[in-house]
């Protein structure tokens, strides 16, 4: 599977959901995340997103604590099919450290 990491956190640009063949994301208040039941490997999500925010599950970026986070919350938040405007603050938050504790479930 793919997986939604950190920095998607604040920023939330939502291209990602547009490219997906499987429409695989689902919307959390401040995060996407990627049901990984669901996701069939094809990688066109990660060039879409700005923050670069999406790695494959065999990357040292997506660690246990981010493949959790996308499991879980991905059986919880609904799906999301169509982009939206980013986060108001997208380009300032894109980048900055220690965001994790930031996830609004
Ligand atoms: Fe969707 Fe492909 Fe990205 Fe998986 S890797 S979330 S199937 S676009
Ligand atoms: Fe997040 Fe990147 Fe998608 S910031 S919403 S993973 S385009």
Redesign the pocket.
Known sequence: ??VVTENCIKCKYTD?VE???????YEGKNMLV?NPD?????????PECPAEA?F?DNDPAATEHWLNVNQKYSEVWPNITAKKDPMPDADAQNGQPDKAADLSP
Request: proline share 9%; hydrophobic share 35%; charged share 15%.
């Open positions: 599977t793919y990602c490219v997906c063949p499987v429409d695989c994301f990627i669901e996701c069939i490997d094809c990688g066109v999500c990660v999406i494959p």
